[in-house]
Structures are given as C-alpha cells and as structure tokens.
C-alpha cells in the first residue's frame, strides 16, 4: 500500500552537502522504523541511518557519524538525510525504505517497502 519516494541527489563536489527527502503516500500511514541505504557499483546494499518508530532512537554507521542526520517531518509525512562534508566514497544510489511494524530495524532483510532511489555522485 505505501509508497516511498526519494528525492535531493545530484552532483557536488568533496565536503559539499546534500539533503535526501522520502516521501510517503498512497495508504494509511503510520510511522514505522525507517532507514537510509546506499548502494555503490559493484557493491552490497549497506544501512547508513535508521530512525525509530518514535522518531527518537538514531542508529549511523561507522562511516557516516558525525556526518549525516536522519530525521523525519511527521505533518509532511517525510523522512531526510543530511549529508555534510561528503566524500567521494559516499557516491552510490541511496533509498529508503520502512520496517513494517517494527519499532527498529538494523538487518536489510527487514525492511519490506522501498523507494526506488535517488543517485548522489561526489565528485573528488
């Protein structure tokens, strides 16, 4: 039923910033755990942030702390990833996607509704 969308990638130069918005639509929405993925070529899909249910508890991974933020807009219905000081080998697809009934997720394999992903290219 819900459908997420990504948006906000584009083309920047190392140390620039970007923000990735999700937006959901076409169901009943309630907030479940979220994440943010990235997918470089010839590589696995890896969690770079998760939010939970409560919109409270962040999880980053090593690579990314103290550079990205995951939030959300809960009257916009709207998840986000602040990206600061960006890296070359932060350039991949990246996508959201929810938990369903979840209060987190960590394991790809929970997630169970993905956007279809939004490419962000830093440039060296």
């Known amino acids: 039923q819900v459908q997420l969308r990504e948006s906000g990638g584009g083309l920047v130069q190392a140390g620039g910033s970007l923000r990735l918005s999700c937006t959901a639509s076409?169901?009943?929405?309630?907030?479940?755990?979220m994440g943010w993925f990235r997918q470089a070529p010839g590589k696995d899909r890896e969690l770079v942030a998760a939010?939970?249910?409560?919109?409270?508890?962040?999880y980053y991974a090593d690579s990314v702390k103290g550079r990205f933020t995951i939030s959300r807009d809960n009257a916009k219905k709207t998840l986000y990833l602040q990206m600061n000081s960006l890296k070359h080998e932060d350039t991949a697809v990246f996508y959201c996607?929810?938990?369903?009934?979840?209060?987190?997720?960590?394991?790809?394999?929970?997630?169970?509704?993905w956007g279809q992903g939004t490419q962000v290219t830093v440039s060296s």
């Open positions: 076409g169901g009943t929405f309630s907030w479940s755990a």
């Open positions: 939010l939970s249910s409560g919109g409270v508890s962040t």
């Open positions: 996607a929810t938990a369903k009934y979840r209060a987190t997720a960590f394991k790809i394999e929970d997630y169970n509704y």
